[in-house]
């Protein structure tokens, strides 16, 4: 069973900057993609960010040139710089992600996620 930890939420001001962190484990081979979504009270989640296990990033509209995602494939870790907060970045935000597991089952696994609060 593939556990996703994810840390690094919190209330910040706007303008400021936030780094989440999404830590994997459990009888992994290898994961091919690593996506963080988001969800506003109201919303259905989006997608924010993702990137393949090559290093190859889609990045939504709405938080190019402020957000980042990178990876350590060694640490099984998926990272969300967030630069430039708006109060409407405010939500939960989920890591997802898809791979293999070491006795060659496919797996898709979600945190439990980590809210972020920016006050104007």
């Known amino acids: 069973q593939v556990q996703l930890v994810e840390s690094g939420g919190g209330l910040v001001q706007a303008g400021g900057s936030l780094r989440l962190s999404c830590a994997a484990s459990?009888?992994?081979?290898?994961?091919?993609?690593m996506e963080w979504y988001r969800q506003a009270p109201g919303k259905e989640r989006e997608l924010v960010a993702g990137?393949?296990?090559?290093?190859?990033?889609n990045t939504a509209d709405s938080v190019k040139g402020r957000f980042t995602i990178s990876r350590d494939n060694a640490k099984n870790t998926a990272y969300l710089q967030m630069n430039s907060l708006k109060p409407e970045d405010t939500a939960v935000y989920y890591c997802?992600?898809?791979?293999?597991?070491?006795?060659?089952?496919?797996?898709?696994?979600w945190g439990q996620g980590t809210q972020v609060t920016v006050s104007s």
């Open positions: 990137i393949t296990r090559g290093g190859t990033r």
């Open positions: 459990g009888g992994i081979f290898r994961i091919n993609t």
């Open positions: 997802n992600a898809v791979g293999t597991m070491t006795w060659g089952k496919s797996f898709t696994s």
